[in-house]
């Protein structure tokens, strides 16, 4: 057989190959959509309800009753809060990925990630993974990384934030767990579950449990592989600030909405809503409904409050984007 014709087939197996690839991933994306409208509309209906109701209980239209809810807020105070956070999240934001990078590709420096970062929050808007996956093609059109080592980092540092974010609930719940709703009895459980699970997860691809499965030898686990217990915890040191800031500005926040609450008291529920957040409903429809959920009394401010707290935050990161947008454009296509 000639190498001509070798090459052929090689290049029909690898068209057949990506045709599967495509097709398999079409029908989960659609089932996705489907999944993320009908939670979408379930938050909605649930919102108008609760909201339609506390309306009807001050003898207000819901249109009435809203507009005395955001005419109430000190905006002026609120948005100095909210800017000045969404800047310091986008600093440490851009040192999580810096230093994730430097552990497992190459020695990139923080001021060339900047743009990437940035640039990335702008597909954010509507959804924060493929935001990463953008990041993805950035390095690799820019300083000719492989896609797949880029988008292993990328997995682990969305792994990290799932595990970060319940460490911190689990904080928050053994500081103030005799205040919480019902709902969080089940915390303990999730808490050890997950410490099992990730204990498991290390040693895994370390090697040392299972070592005869293959899965792990897969390029885009390769970050998985290169990690240590060590870098696990630094990515917790290094993206706690902006959790903890987060609780101060939006406990800050509820005040200049009329809402009391405590440092404390948000600490266990800032990382649930925050995981919330990260489900791609329009409009943050499943963080604006949790909000409600744990603050029932306050129906209308918290309604407000999850919507122009979240919506204002990607935006304005999108903004931050923009700014950095043509300097990635020169490096993309220089």
């Not at 909210?82 to 310091?88: P, R, V």
Request: net charge neutral.
């Amino acid at each position: 057989m000639s190498e001509e014709t070798k090459n052929d087939q090689n290049k029909e197996l690898q068209s057949t190959n990506e045709s599967d690839a495509t097709g398999t991933q079409r029908k989960p994306s659609l089932i996705g959509r489907v999944i993320f409208l009908l939670i979408t509309a379930i938050c909605f209906v649930y919102l108008y309800y609760r909201l339609n109701g506390a309306a009807m209980r001050e003898g207000l239209t819901l249109t009435t009753y809203m507009a005395e809810v955001f005419a109430n807020v000190a905006w002026g105070p609120w948005l100095g809060l909210m800017i000045t956070y969404s800047l310091f999240y986008f600093i440490v934001d851009t040192l999580v990925v810096t230093r994730a990078l430097n552990w497992f590709l190459a020695d990139i420096k923080y001021k060339d990630i900047l743009p990437i970062r940035a640039s990335a929050y702008i597909i954010s808007i509507f959804n924060e993974q493929i935001g990463k996956g953008a990041m993805a093609y950035y390095l690799n059109k820019r300083d000719g990384i492989p896609g797949w080592e880029v988008g292993s980092v990328m997995l682990f540092i969305m792994f990290c934030e799932i595990f970060y974010l319940l460490v911190w609930a689990s904080i928050g719940f053994v500081f103030s767990s005799e205040g919480l709703p019902e709902v969080f009895s089940s915390m303990p459980f999730i808490a050890g579950g997950a410490a099992i699970f990730f204990v498991a997860w290390l040693l895994y691809f370390q090697g040392k449990l299972l070592p005869n499965n293959t899965f792990r030898q897969k390029r885009i686990l390769d970050a998985f592989k290169q990690a240590q217990f060590k870098h696990y915890f630094m990515f917790l040191l290094l993206r706690s600030p902006a959790l903890l800031a987060a609780i101060v500005v939006y406990t800050s926040a509820l005040n200049l909405f009329g809402v009391e609450a405590s440092f404390l008291q948000l600490l266990p529920y800032l990382p649930v809503i925050f995981f919330a957040a990260a489900v791609p409903t329009p409009m943050r429809a499943a963080a604006i409904t949790f909000w409600v959920v744990l603050f029932p009394e306050n129906e209308g401010q918290m309604a407000a409050f999850g919507f122009v707290q979240h919506n204002f935050f990607i935006l304005f990161n999108a903004i931050i984007g923009l700014v950095f947008w043509r300097r990635a454009q020169r490096e993309l296509f220089a």
